[in-house]
Protein backbone atom coordinates (compact mmCIF):
# COMPACT_ATOMS: atom_id res chain seq x y z
CA UNK A 1 0.00 0.00 0.00
CA UNK A 2 1.17 3.64 -0.84
CA UNK A 3 1.19 6.23 1.86
CA UNK A 4 -2.55 6.98 1.00
CA UNK A 5 -4.09 3.94 1.50
CA UNK A 6 -4.27 2.74 -2.09
CA UNK A 7 -3.28 -1.13 -3.25
CA UNK A 8 -0.25 -1.05 -5.80
CA UNK A 9 -0.83 -3.25 -8.99
CA UNK A 10 2.30 -4.65 -7.61
CA UNK A 11 1.09 -6.14 -4.10
CA UNK A 12 1.73 -5.38 -0.37
CA UNK A 13 5.10 -5.33 0.87
CA UNK A 14 5.11 -8.26 3.35
CA UNK A 15 6.84 -6.10 5.99
CA UNK A 16 5.66 -6.80 9.78
CA UNK A 17 3.04 -9.92 9.49
CA UNK A 18 -0.44 -8.86 10.68
CA UNK A 19 -1.33 -11.25 13.56
CA UNK A 20 -2.88 -14.03 12.64
CA UNK A 21 -5.16 -14.87 15.87
CA UNK A 22 -5.94 -11.83 18.25
CA UNK A 23 -6.04 -12.45 21.94
CA UNK A 24 -9.88 -12.86 23.52
CA UNK A 25 -9.90 -10.83 26.36
CA UNK A 26 -12.77 -8.69 28.38
CA UNK A 27 -12.28 -6.39 31.27
CA UNK A 28 -12.05 -8.41 34.64
CA UNK A 29 -16.18 -7.06 35.57
CA UNK A 30 -17.44 -8.62 32.45
CA UNK A 31 -16.63 -12.38 32.67
CA UNK A 32 -19.02 -12.30 35.94
CA UNK A 33 -21.44 -9.79 34.60
CA UNK A 34 -22.50 -12.00 31.59
CA UNK A 35 -21.34 -15.45 32.47
CA UNK A 36 -18.82 -15.65 29.55
CA UNK A 37 -16.84 -18.11 28.44
CA UNK A 38 -13.86 -17.91 25.73
CA UNK A 39 -14.22 -21.13 22.72
CA UNK A 40 -11.17 -23.08 22.68
CA UNK A 41 -10.97 -25.32 19.29
CA UNK A 42 -8.49 -27.76 21.17
CA UNK A 43 -11.64 -28.55 23.34
CA UNK A 44 -14.61 -27.51 21.25
CA UNK A 45 -16.90 -29.83 20.32
CA UNK A 46 -17.08 -29.94 16.74
CA UNK A 47 -20.03 -31.94 14.78
CA UNK A 48 -18.73 -34.33 11.81
CA UNK A 49 -18.26 -32.04 8.58
CA UNK A 50 -18.32 -28.59 10.22
CA UNK A 51 -15.45 -25.70 9.54
CA UNK A 52 -12.38 -24.88 11.40
CA UNK A 53 -13.60 -23.08 15.41
CA UNK A 54 -11.88 -20.28 15.84
CA UNK A 55 -12.12 -18.34 19.24
CA UNK A 56 -14.44 -16.52 20.00
CA UNK A 57 -15.92 -14.90 23.41
CA UNK A 58 -19.78 -15.57 24.18
CA UNK A 59 -22.35 -15.87 26.72
CA UNK A 60 -22.03 -19.08 28.16
CA UNK A 61 -25.62 -19.49 29.59
CA UNK A 62 -27.49 -18.12 26.67
CA UNK A 63 -28.46 -18.97 22.64
CA UNK A 64 -30.23 -16.33 19.93
CA UNK A 65 -33.30 -17.75 18.36
CA UNK A 66 -34.75 -16.50 15.11
CA UNK A 67 -38.24 -17.69 16.55
CA UNK A 68 -40.81 -15.10 13.91
CA UNK A 69 -38.66 -16.00 11.20
CA UNK A 70 -39.36 -19.93 11.46
CA UNK A 71 -42.31 -19.86 13.27
CA UNK A 72 -40.96 -21.39 16.04
CA UNK A 73 -39.18 -24.33 15.08
CA UNK A 74 -36.08 -23.86 15.63
CA UNK A 75 -37.00 -22.76 18.79
CA UNK A 76 -39.00 -25.75 19.38
CA UNK A 77 -35.90 -28.12 18.68
CA UNK A 78 -33.69 -26.11 20.82
CA UNK A 79 -36.18 -26.90 23.81
CA UNK A 80 -36.16 -31.02 22.97
CA UNK A 81 -32.54 -31.00 22.89
CA UNK A 82 -31.93 -28.73 25.80
CA UNK A 83 -34.35 -31.18 27.43
CA UNK A 84 -32.59 -34.50 26.87
CA UNK A 85 -29.26 -32.27 28.56
CA UNK A 86 -31.47 -31.44 31.15
CA UNK A 87 -32.24 -28.07 30.93
CA UNK A 88 -35.20 -25.82 30.07
CA UNK A 89 -35.41 -22.36 27.66
CA UNK A 90 -35.80 -19.65 29.77
CA UNK A 91 -37.82 -16.49 28.31
CA UNK A 92 -35.76 -13.35 28.44
CA UNK A 93 -38.33 -11.07 30.36
CA UNK A 94 -37.72 -8.19 27.74
CA UNK A 95 -39.14 -10.34 24.40
CA UNK A 96 -42.52 -10.78 25.36
CA UNK A 97 -42.85 -6.82 25.99
CA UNK A 98 -41.55 -6.04 22.81
CA UNK A 99 -43.43 -8.82 21.26
CA UNK A 100 -46.44 -7.11 22.24
CA UNK A 101 -44.97 -3.52 21.29
CA UNK A 102 -44.69 -4.99 17.55
CA UNK A 103 -48.04 -6.76 17.12
CA UNK A 104 -49.85 -3.13 18.28
CA UNK A 105 -48.57 -1.08 15.41
CA UNK A 106 -50.00 -0.47 12.28
CA UNK A 107 -47.33 -1.84 10.02
CA UNK A 108 -47.82 -2.92 6.54
CA UNK A 109 -47.65 -6.54 6.01
CA UNK A 110 -44.25 -6.21 4.09
CA UNK A 111 -42.48 -4.13 6.76
CA UNK A 112 -44.09 -6.30 9.44
CA UNK A 113 -42.32 -9.15 7.37
CA UNK A 114 -39.07 -7.38 7.70
CA UNK A 115 -39.13 -6.86 11.00
CA UNK A 116 -40.24 -10.99 11.60
CA UNK A 117 -37.09 -11.80 9.52
CA UNK A 118 -34.65 -10.04 11.29
CA UNK A 119 -36.44 -10.52 14.54
CA UNK A 120 -33.76 -12.45 17.48
CA UNK A 121 -34.65 -13.48 20.50
CA UNK A 122 -32.73 -14.36 23.79
CA UNK A 123 -33.18 -17.17 25.80
CA UNK A 124 -31.12 -18.76 29.06
CA UNK A 125 -30.26 -22.15 29.49
CA UNK A 126 -31.13 -23.36 33.00
CA UNK A 127 -31.72 -26.62 34.82
CA UNK A 128 -34.85 -28.47 34.49
CA UNK A 129 -34.88 -29.20 37.89
CA UNK A 130 -33.46 -28.86 41.46
CA UNK A 131 -30.12 -30.33 41.14
CA UNK A 132 -29.34 -32.98 44.21
CA UNK A 133 -25.60 -32.76 43.32
CA UNK A 134 -22.43 -30.77 41.64
CA UNK A 135 -23.01 -30.79 38.21
CA UNK A 136 -20.35 -28.64 35.22
CA UNK A 137 -21.48 -25.81 33.91
CA UNK A 138 -23.99 -24.65 31.09
CA UNK A 139 -22.07 -24.37 27.45
CA UNK A 140 -24.30 -22.94 25.16
CA UNK A 141 -21.67 -24.45 22.70
CA UNK A 142 -22.25 -28.02 23.75
CA UNK A 143 -26.25 -27.34 23.21
CA UNK A 144 -25.78 -25.43 19.76
CA UNK A 145 -23.79 -28.59 18.42
CA UNK A 146 -26.38 -30.85 19.78
CA UNK A 147 -29.04 -28.54 18.25
CA UNK A 148 -27.12 -28.69 14.69
CA UNK A 149 -26.55 -32.57 14.88
CA UNK A 150 -30.49 -32.69 15.73
CA UNK A 151 -31.45 -30.37 12.71
CA UNK A 152 -28.69 -31.32 10.19
CA UNK A 153 -29.21 -27.39 9.65
CA UNK A 154 -26.09 -26.23 9.92
CA UNK A 155 -26.19 -23.70 7.43
CA UNK A 156 -29.90 -22.05 8.63
CA UNK A 157 -28.59 -19.35 11.10
CA UNK A 158 -31.56 -19.91 13.22
CA UNK A 159 -29.69 -20.20 16.96
CA UNK A 160 -26.66 -18.83 17.08
CA UNK A 161 -24.07 -17.98 20.32
CA UNK A 162 -24.80 -15.39 22.13
CA UNK A 163 -21.14 -13.24 21.23
CA UNK A 164 -19.74 -10.27 23.42
CA UNK A 165 -19.51 -7.82 21.09
CA UNK A 166 -16.71 -4.68 22.78
CA UNK A 167 -15.36 -1.46 21.52
CA UNK A 168 -12.33 -2.00 23.22
CA UNK A 169 -10.63 -5.04 25.09
CA UNK A 170 -9.18 -8.35 22.85
CA UNK A 171 -12.74 -9.28 21.15
CA UNK A 172 -12.44 -6.90 18.34
CA UNK A 173 -13.46 -3.37 19.77
CA UNK A 174 -12.77 -0.32 18.75
CA UNK A 175 -10.99 1.83 20.51
CA UNK A 176 -7.21 0.78 21.68
CA UNK A 177 -6.52 0.20 24.89
CA UNK A 178 -4.39 -2.20 27.20
CA UNK A 179 -5.90 -1.89 30.54
CA UNK A 180 -5.85 -5.63 31.67
CA UNK A 181 -3.42 -7.62 29.09
CA UNK A 182 -6.10 -7.38 26.34
CA UNK A 183 -5.55 -6.10 22.97
CA UNK A 184 -8.71 -3.88 21.95
CA UNK A 185 -9.74 -0.53 20.29
CA UNK A 186 -9.13 2.28 21.52
CA UNK A 187 -5.91 2.30 22.87
CA UNK A 188 -5.32 3.47 26.18
CA UNK A 189 -2.67 3.40 29.19
CA UNK A 190 -2.77 0.21 31.59
CA UNK A 191 -4.04 0.93 34.95
CA UNK A 192 -0.49 1.45 37.29
CA UNK A 193 1.92 2.83 34.83
CA UNK A 194 3.35 6.06 35.56
CA UNK A 195 7.16 7.64 35.48
CA UNK A 196 8.56 10.32 33.81
CA UNK A 197 8.77 10.21 30.88
CA UNK A 198 5.56 7.53 30.38
CA UNK A 199 7.79 4.39 29.25
CA UNK A 200 6.66 3.33 25.66
CA UNK A 201 6.69 -0.19 25.26
CA UNK A 202 9.13 -0.84 22.08
CA UNK A 203 7.60 -3.67 20.63
CA UNK A 204 8.30 -5.62 17.30
CA UNK A 205 5.03 -3.89 15.42
CA UNK A 206 5.02 -0.70 17.13
CA UNK A 207 0.90 -1.15 18.04
CA UNK A 208 1.36 -1.01 21.64
CA UNK A 209 2.59 2.76 21.28
CA UNK A 210 -0.72 4.78 20.20
CA UNK A 211 -1.61 3.48 24.06
CA UNK A 212 0.86 6.49 25.42
CA UNK A 213 0.25 10.05 25.74
CA UNK A 214 2.18 11.70 23.20
CA UNK A 215 1.95 8.51 20.39
CA UNK A 216 -2.20 8.51 20.23
CA UNK A 217 -2.95 7.51 23.50
CA UNK A 218 -6.04 9.24 25.15
CA UNK A 219 -4.99 12.51 27.14
CA UNK A 220 -6.75 15.92 27.98
CA UNK A 221 -5.87 18.48 25.52
CA UNK A 222 -6.91 22.35 25.10
CA UNK A 223 -9.41 23.11 21.85
CA UNK A 224 -8.53 27.36 21.05
CA UNK A 225 -11.15 26.99 17.61
CA UNK A 226 -14.62 27.72 17.46
CA UNK A 227 -16.79 25.27 17.95
CA UNK A 228 -18.69 23.56 14.87
CA UNK A 229 -20.19 26.27 12.56
CA UNK A 230 -23.50 24.47 10.47
CA UNK A 231 -24.64 26.31 7.30
CA UNK A 232 -28.16 25.90 8.49
CA UNK A 233 -30.47 27.42 11.18
CA UNK A 234 -31.82 24.20 12.92
CA UNK A 235 -36.07 25.07 12.65
CA UNK A 236 -38.93 23.88 12.06
CA UNK A 237 -39.59 23.51 8.08
CA UNK A 238 -35.86 24.31 7.20
CA UNK A 239 -34.02 22.58 4.79
CA UNK A 240 -33.51 18.52 5.10
CA UNK A 241 -30.84 17.49 7.84
CA UNK A 242 -28.93 14.48 7.92
CA UNK A 243 -29.33 12.29 10.70
CA UNK A 244 -26.49 10.04 11.85
CA UNK A 245 -27.13 7.24 14.76
CA UNK A 246 -24.27 6.51 16.91
CA UNK A 247 -24.46 3.17 18.94
CA UNK A 248 -22.01 3.49 21.60
CA UNK A 249 -21.42 5.30 24.99
CA UNK A 250 -24.26 7.50 24.84
CA UNK A 251 -22.90 11.22 25.25
CA UNK A 252 -22.60 13.68 28.48
CA UNK A 253 -23.48 16.94 28.51
CA UNK A 254 -21.09 19.38 26.49
CA UNK A 255 -20.89 22.70 24.97
CA UNK A 256 -21.02 21.83 21.16
CA UNK A 257 -24.09 19.38 22.08
CA UNK A 258 -27.23 21.63 22.02
CA UNK A 259 -30.47 19.68 21.58
CA UNK A 260 -31.09 20.68 17.97
CA UNK A 261 -28.20 18.82 17.13
CA UNK A 262 -28.01 15.89 19.49
CA UNK A 263 -30.92 13.74 20.54
CA UNK A 264 -29.51 12.11 24.08
CA UNK A 265 -32.24 9.96 24.91
CA UNK A 266 -33.84 8.28 21.54
CA UNK A 267 -36.99 6.05 21.31
CA UNK A 268 -39.40 5.08 19.34
CA UNK A 269 -43.17 4.71 20.89
CA UNK A 270 -42.08 5.41 24.40
CA UNK A 271 -39.51 2.86 24.26
CA UNK A 272 -35.35 3.73 24.54
CA UNK A 273 -33.68 2.63 21.71
CA UNK A 274 -30.67 1.64 23.40
CA UNK A 275 -29.85 1.11 28.00
CA UNK A 276 -32.88 3.30 29.51
CA UNK A 277 -32.01 6.66 30.89
CA UNK A 278 -32.49 5.39 34.26
CA UNK A 279 -29.97 2.74 34.23
CA UNK A 280 -26.86 4.68 35.93
CA UNK A 281 -23.41 4.25 34.26
CA UNK A 282 -19.62 5.80 34.94
CA UNK A 283 -19.35 8.24 32.09
CA UNK A 284 -19.90 11.29 34.44
CA UNK A 285 -17.04 9.80 36.84
CA UNK A 286 -14.98 8.03 34.33
CA UNK A 287 -14.90 4.84 36.78
CA UNK A 288 -16.39 2.06 38.97
CA UNK A 289 -13.71 0.98 40.53
CA UNK A 290 -13.75 1.97 44.32
CA UNK A 291 -10.25 0.55 45.35
CA UNK A 292 -8.34 2.41 42.45
CA UNK A 293 -10.32 4.55 40.66
CA UNK A 294 -8.83 3.92 37.41
CA UNK A 295 -10.73 5.45 34.22
CA UNK A 296 -12.30 2.36 32.25
CA UNK A 297 -11.70 1.76 29.25
CA UNK A 298 -14.16 3.28 26.87
CA UNK A 299 -15.42 5.84 29.33
CA UNK A 300 -16.04 8.65 27.04
CA UNK A 301 -16.20 6.66 23.84
CA UNK A 302 -19.42 8.02 22.67
CA UNK A 303 -19.26 11.46 23.33
CA UNK A 304 -15.79 11.47 21.72
CA UNK A 305 -17.35 9.84 18.28
CA UNK A 306 -20.17 12.68 18.21
CA UNK A 307 -17.96 15.25 18.29
CA UNK A 308 -15.93 13.78 15.68
CA UNK A 309 -19.54 13.53 13.56
CA UNK A 310 -20.18 17.29 14.55
CA UNK A 311 -16.64 18.48 13.12
CA UNK A 312 -17.14 16.56 10.13
CA UNK A 313 -21.02 17.64 9.38
CA UNK A 314 -22.11 20.45 11.82
CA UNK A 315 -25.63 20.53 10.60
CA UNK A 316 -26.40 16.45 11.51
CA UNK A 317 -27.94 15.39 14.06
CA UNK A 318 -26.98 12.87 16.05
CA UNK A 319 -28.94 10.11 17.91
CA UNK A 320 -26.80 9.21 20.80
CA UNK A 321 -27.47 5.64 21.57
CA UNK A 322 -26.04 4.12 24.82
CA UNK A 323 -25.39 0.47 24.08
CA UNK A 324 -22.71 -0.34 26.78
CA UNK A 325 -20.97 0.93 29.40
CA UNK A 326 -17.57 2.53 30.38
CA UNK A 327 -15.70 -1.12 30.17
CA UNK A 328 -17.40 -1.05 26.20
CA UNK A 329 -18.68 -4.62 26.24
CA UNK A 330 -22.28 -5.74 25.27
CA UNK A 331 -24.30 -8.85 24.76
CA UNK A 332 -24.94 -9.59 20.68
CA UNK A 333 -28.55 -10.00 22.20
CA UNK A 334 -28.86 -6.66 23.67
CA UNK A 335 -27.34 -5.07 20.79
CA UNK A 336 -29.47 -6.80 18.32
CA UNK A 337 -32.78 -5.33 20.08
CA UNK A 338 -31.05 -1.96 19.84
CA UNK A 339 -30.40 -2.52 15.65
CA UNK A 340 -34.28 -3.97 15.61
CA UNK A 341 -35.83 -1.12 17.50
CA UNK A 342 -33.72 0.85 15.12
CA UNK A 343 -35.21 -0.64 11.99
CA UNK A 344 -38.46 -0.23 13.81
CA UNK A 345 -38.05 3.56 14.17
CA UNK A 346 -36.70 4.07 10.48
CA UNK A 347 -40.10 2.13 9.81
CA UNK A 348 -42.37 4.42 11.70
CA UNK A 349 -40.46 7.42 10.54
CA UNK A 350 -41.55 6.76 6.72
CA UNK A 351 -44.83 6.67 7.44
CA UNK A 352 -47.37 9.53 6.89
CA UNK A 353 -47.58 12.31 9.92
CA UNK A 354 -45.02 10.48 11.58
CA UNK A 355 -42.84 12.30 14.18
CA UNK A 356 -39.68 10.92 13.22
CA UNK A 357 -36.77 11.39 11.42
CA UNK A 358 -35.56 9.06 8.99
CA UNK A 359 -32.32 7.96 9.96
CA UNK A 360 -29.44 8.51 7.19
CA UNK A 361 -26.87 6.86 8.82
CA UNK A 362 -25.32 4.50 11.50
CA UNK A 363 -21.99 4.63 12.90
CA UNK A 364 -21.04 1.58 14.58
CA UNK A 365 -17.42 1.23 16.61
CA UNK A 366 -17.66 -2.35 18.06
CA UNK A 367 -17.14 -5.86 16.65
CA UNK A 368 -16.20 -9.63 17.51
CA UNK A 369 -14.53 -12.60 15.82
CA UNK A 370 -16.67 -15.41 14.89
CA UNK A 371 -16.20 -18.91 15.69
CA UNK A 372 -16.87 -19.84 11.98
CA UNK A 373 -15.95 -17.22 9.24
CA UNK A 374 -14.48 -19.58 7.10
CA UNK A 375 -18.26 -21.17 6.74
CA UNK A 376 -19.88 -20.05 3.16
CA UNK A 377 -23.21 -20.99 4.55
CA UNK A 378 -22.89 -19.12 7.50
CA UNK A 379 -25.26 -16.87 8.59
CA UNK A 380 -25.00 -14.56 11.53
CA UNK A 381 -27.76 -13.12 13.45
CA UNK A 382 -26.55 -10.07 13.17
CA UNK A 383 -26.21 -9.62 9.57
CA UNK A 384 -30.50 -9.44 9.51
CA UNK A 385 -30.70 -5.87 11.19
CA UNK A 386 -28.24 -3.98 9.21
CA UNK A 387 -29.22 -5.60 6.20
CA UNK A 388 -32.44 -4.18 6.84
CA UNK A 389 -31.13 -0.83 7.61
CA UNK A 390 -29.23 -1.07 4.41
CA UNK A 391 -32.90 -1.75 2.05
CA UNK A 392 -34.80 1.37 4.41
CA UNK A 393 -31.96 3.54 2.99
CA UNK A 394 -29.83 3.49 6.03
CA UNK A 395 -25.61 3.71 5.38
CA UNK A 396 -24.13 1.34 8.18
CA UNK A 397 -20.27 2.41 8.51
CA UNK A 398 -18.85 0.26 10.94
CA UNK A 399 -15.01 0.14 12.42
CA UNK A 400 -12.45 -2.04 10.83
CA UNK A 401 -10.77 -3.43 14.37
CA UNK A 402 -7.68 -2.52 16.01
CA UNK A 403 -6.06 -5.70 16.76
CA UNK A 404 -3.65 -5.59 13.44
CA UNK A 405 -5.25 -8.74 12.12
CA UNK A 406 -6.67 -9.72 8.85
CA UNK A 407 -9.10 -12.42 10.87
CA UNK A 408 -12.62 -11.43 10.00
CA UNK A 409 -14.02 -8.74 12.36
CA UNK A 410 -17.85 -8.57 12.41
CA UNK A 411 -20.12 -6.90 11.55
CA UNK A 412 -17.02 -4.75 9.69
CA UNK A 413 -16.34 -8.10 7.24
CA UNK A 414 -20.22 -8.10 6.57
CA UNK A 415 -18.93 -5.56 4.07
CA UNK A 416 -18.89 -5.92 0.09
CA UNK A 417 -15.86 -6.48 -1.69
CA UNK A 418 -14.75 -7.42 -5.43
CA UNK A 419 -14.33 -11.40 -5.51
CA UNK A 420 -16.13 -11.60 -1.96
CA UNK A 421 -19.42 -13.56 -0.73
CA UNK A 422 -22.77 -11.43 -1.92
CA UNK A 423 -23.62 -9.57 0.91
CA UNK A 424 -25.97 -6.19 -0.18
CA UNK A 425 -28.99 -7.46 -2.71
CA UNK A 426 -30.05 -4.97 -5.24
CA UNK A 427 -31.79 -2.22 -3.65
CA UNK A 428 -29.89 -2.02 -0.24
CA UNK A 429 -26.84 0.36 0.94
CA UNK A 430 -23.99 -1.44 1.40
CA UNK A 431 -22.00 -2.16 5.06
CA UNK A 432 -18.63 0.01 5.40
CA UNK A 433 -16.03 -1.13 6.79
CA UNK A 434 -12.97 1.59 7.54
CA UNK A 435 -9.51 1.29 8.34
CA UNK A 436 -7.38 3.94 10.38
CA UNK A 437 -4.88 6.69 9.12
CA UNK A 438 -2.26 8.39 10.76
CA UNK A 439 -2.01 12.27 11.06
CA UNK A 440 1.12 11.60 8.25
CA UNK A 441 -1.72 9.19 5.58
CA UNK A 442 0.01 6.60 6.79
CA UNK A 443 -2.00 3.12 8.03
CA UNK A 444 -1.78 2.96 10.99
CA UNK A 445 -0.22 0.01 12.38
CA UNK A 446 -2.85 -1.59 14.47
CA UNK A 447 -5.75 -1.28 11.82
CA UNK A 448 -7.43 -4.36 11.02
CA UNK A 449 -7.05 -5.32 7.30
CA UNK A 450 -8.84 -7.57 4.82
CA UNK A 451 -10.51 -6.88 0.95
CA UNK A 452 -13.93 -6.10 3.45
CA UNK A 453 -11.39 -2.88 4.75
CA UNK A 454 -12.21 -0.50 1.69
CA UNK A 455 -11.96 2.87 3.11
CA UNK A 456 -9.47 4.98 5.49
CA UNK A 457 -10.08 7.59 7.40
CA UNK A 458 -8.04 9.16 9.91
CA UNK A 459 -8.06 7.04 13.12
CA UNK A 460 -4.56 7.97 15.42
CA UNK A 461 -3.86 11.01 17.38
CA UNK A 462 -7.39 12.35 17.00
CA UNK A 463 -8.91 15.45 19.00
CA UNK A 464 -12.60 15.60 19.69
CA UNK A 465 -14.92 16.03 22.47
CA UNK A 466 -14.78 14.09 26.08
CA UNK A 467 -16.49 14.33 29.16
CA UNK A 468 -15.02 17.56 31.43
CA UNK A 469 -16.37 15.40 34.82
CA UNK A 470 -13.77 13.04 34.02
CA UNK A 471 -11.13 13.45 36.45
CA UNK A 472 -9.74 10.01 38.16
CA UNK A 473 -7.16 8.71 40.39
CA UNK A 474 -3.95 9.65 38.68
CA UNK A 475 -2.27 13.09 39.39
CA UNK A 476 0.41 15.26 37.74
CA UNK A 477 3.73 13.73 38.15
CA UNK A 478 4.74 17.19 40.10
CA UNK A 479 3.24 20.25 41.68
CA UNK A 480 3.38 22.72 44.07
CA UNK A 481 2.17 25.95 45.41
CA UNK A 482 4.25 29.07 44.20
CA UNK A 483 2.81 32.56 45.62
CA UNK A 484 -0.75 31.58 46.47
CA UNK A 485 -1.08 29.69 43.05
CA UNK A 486 -0.52 25.60 41.84
CA UNK A 487 1.72 25.13 39.41
CA UNK A 488 1.67 21.45 38.37
CA UNK A 489 2.60 19.31 35.36
CA UNK A 490 -0.32 17.66 33.17
CA UNK A 491 -3.16 15.51 35.36
CA UNK A 492 -3.57 12.46 32.71
CA UNK A 493 -7.18 11.92 33.76
CA UNK A 494 -8.74 15.22 34.24
CA UNK A 495 -10.17 16.00 31.35
CA UNK A 496 -12.30 19.26 32.48
CA UNK A 497 -11.02 21.11 29.14
CA UNK A 498 -13.60 19.25 27.85
CA UNK A 499 -11.29 17.40 25.09
CA UNK A 500 -9.18 14.84 24.02
CA UNK A 501 -6.63 13.36 21.94
CA UNK A 502 -7.14 9.29 21.36
CA UNK A 503 -6.67 6.51 18.51
CA UNK A 504 -8.30 3.56 16.87
CA UNK A 505 -10.35 2.61 13.90
CA UNK A 506 -13.40 3.67 16.47
CA UNK A 507 -12.75 6.80 15.47
CA UNK A 508 -12.30 5.92 12.00
CA UNK A 509 -16.02 5.19 11.27
CA UNK A 510 -17.36 8.62 12.65
CA UNK A 511 -15.66 10.81 10.71
CA UNK A 512 -16.73 8.68 7.35
CA UNK A 513 -20.00 8.96 8.70
CA UNK A 514 -19.80 12.45 9.18
CA UNK A 515 -18.64 12.85 5.35
CA UNK A 516 -21.85 10.59 4.68
CA UNK A 517 -23.75 12.92 6.05
CA UNK A 518 -22.19 16.26 4.66
CA UNK A 519 -22.41 15.01 1.39
CA UNK A 520 -26.07 13.71 1.36
CA UNK A 521 -26.50 17.31 2.95
CA UNK A 522 -25.72 18.66 -0.70
CA UNK A 523 -28.08 16.44 -2.09
CA UNK A 524 -30.69 17.65 0.36
CA UNK A 525 -29.32 21.32 -0.30
CA UNK A 526 -29.74 20.64 -4.56
CA UNK A 527 -33.34 19.89 -3.87
CA UNK A 528 -32.58 15.43 -3.77
CA UNK A 529 -34.50 15.11 -0.20
CA UNK A 530 -37.35 12.57 -1.31
CA UNK A 531 -38.72 10.66 1.54
CA UNK A 532 -39.05 7.25 0.04
CA UNK A 533 -37.14 4.30 0.71
CA UNK A 534 -36.00 4.45 -3.09
CA UNK A 535 -34.73 8.31 -2.79
CA UNK A 536 -32.98 7.04 0.29
CA UNK A 537 -31.27 4.51 -1.17
CA UNK A 538 -30.08 6.10 -4.25
CA UNK A 539 -28.53 8.92 -2.36
CA UNK A 540 -26.81 6.60 -0.29
CA UNK A 541 -25.55 4.82 -3.68
CA UNK A 542 -24.39 8.15 -5.40
CA UNK A 543 -22.49 9.31 -2.03
CA UNK A 544 -20.78 6.25 -1.81
CA UNK A 545 -20.21 5.49 -5.63
CA UNK A 546 -18.09 9.72 -5.18
CA UNK A 547 -16.39 8.16 -2.34
CA UNK A 548 -14.96 5.25 -4.20
CA UNK A 549 -14.17 7.82 -6.92
CA UNK A 550 -12.67 11.10 -5.25
CA UNK A 551 -9.74 11.41 -3.56
CA UNK A 552 -6.97 8.56 -3.17
CA UNK A 553 -7.62 8.21 0.51
CA UNK A 554 -10.99 7.37 0.53
CA UNK A 555 -10.71 3.83 -0.90
CA UNK A 556 -8.04 1.24 0.12
CA UNK A 557 -9.53 -1.52 -2.45
CA UNK A 558 -9.48 -2.36 -6.24
Aim: net charge negative.
Amino acid sequence: MDRLGKRDAAGDDPGFPLVEEPPIGLPPGAWSRFHARVLDPATAVRVDGQPEVRPTAYVSDTLLVRTRADQGVGRDLLASVAAEAGLQLEEDPDSEGERNLLDSIDLRDEHRALLDEAWVERVRLVPAERLERATAPVDAWEILQSYRMASARLETGYVGLEHLVSATAGIGGTPYTIPHGATGNPYTIPHGTSGNPYPIPHSGNGVASYAFPGTGGRQPVTWLGPPPQPKHEAKPGGPRRPVVAVLDTGVCTHEWFDADHVVTEPEVLGVPLGIPPSVPDSELTGSRDTLVGGIEPDVGHGTFITGLIRQRCPDATVLAVRVFHGDGVVAEGDLLATLRRLCLRQLVALSPNTPYQVVDVVSLSLGYYHEQPEDPAFDPLLMAPLSLLGRLGVTVVVSAGNDATSRPMYPAAFASYPGGPPRAAHGEVPILAVGALNPDRTIAMFSNDGPWVRYLRPGAALVSTYPSTINTSMNPIASQRHHGAWRASIDPDDFSSGFATWSGTSFSAPVLAGDIAAALLEQFDAGADGASVEDAVERATKVIADLASGAPENAVGP
